[in-house]
């Protein structure tokens, strides 16, 4: 089922991603709206799992726990689309590559239906029923334990498919990013899949917006210094400000960031 939202609910949800925690009379003072309209949208947000209720306003769903696939595939949807169209276009037509998990690559995976010789190796289902559309792209799933809520295989078997293989390009999602340890997940298994992923390819690119600074993902994947690219929406100011960015800024990753239609893509080294 298609989730359709409100551009308030988007707002909602994209600066609930940016708080800790929102409170009803915040947000209704920030849309000059009443509380009880406000809490129309919350209720209709917190039943299909995207926000939870806490005492006079909501936060996001527990990070111990990964948001349901439904929610993540809507957040930062339009960002997630630019991000997937600036990463394809660093991918060369004849290469092989691995497509990881989550729903940013599941974007990415629309981006890339404009190539047209491809090898594609992946765990992502969604991944899989998109690459249907365009038979030349040659497309390999693995196989593994599915993974009903997230539209993924993973395992023994998940694993030993990327090592049979060596590709080109690896490009992953995240759970979450942490400043001082890189890229993080919420599931020792789904961090084990990428790590296989990242170890079997050549250059290793991460697809993340913004709000991925703010999930406290607990699980350990990479560090930055084990990418070559990042493509986002943009740094948080916060954290550009911050001394915590050292681990980031002095690894040798390359930030790739999206502009407006008006404005180039930003690199930072």
């Known amino acids: ?49 995207m926000l939870r209720r806490v005492h006079g306003g909501v936060c996001l769903p527990s990070a111990i726990e990964n948001l349901s696939f439904s929610t993540r595939q809507v957040m930062n949807a339009r960002n997630k689309e630019g991000i997937a169209a600036l990463a394809a276009r660093q991918i060369p037509e004849g290469s092989t590559i691995f497509l990881g998990i989550g729903t940013s690559v599941g974007y990415v995976a629309k981006a890339l239906l404009k190539h047209n010789d491809l090898r594609v190796l992946t765990n992502n289902l969604q991944v899989a029923a998109i690459l249907c559309k365009k038979p030349k792209i040659d497309t390999h799933v693995s196989g ?66 913004h709000s991925k600074w703010n999930r406290a993902a607990n699980v350990k ?15 948080p100011e916060t954290l550009c400000s911050s001394s915590e960015t050292n681990q980031l ?14 404005q180039p893509p930003s690199f930072r080294l």
């Open 221 to 235: 994947v990479t560090p930055f210094q084990n990418l070559d690219l990042m493509v986002t929406d943009y740094l």
């Open 249 to 262: 800024f002095a690894s040798k990753l390359k930030v790739l960031e999206c502009r407006s239609d008006e």
């Open 144 to 209: 593994g334990k599915l993974r009903h809520s997230d539209h993924d295989l993973v395992g023994v078997e998940t694993i030993r498919f990327f090592d049979a293989f060596k590709a080109d390009f690896a490009i992953v999602g995240t759970g979450g990013l942490d400043p001082a340890f890189g890229m993080m997940d919420f599931k020792p298994d789904e961090a084990h899949v990428t790590q296989a992923i990242l170890e079997n390819s050549r250059r290793k690119f991460l697809v993340a917006d």
């Open 1 to 49: 089922m298609t989730l359709r939202l409100s551009e308030r609910q988007y707002q909602i949800l994209e600066w609930t991603g940016r708080e800790d925690a929102l409170s009803i009379d915040d947000l209704a003072q920030h849309f000059q709206l009443s509380t009880q309209t406000i809490r129309k949208d919350i209720n209709a947000l917190c039943e299909i799992g």
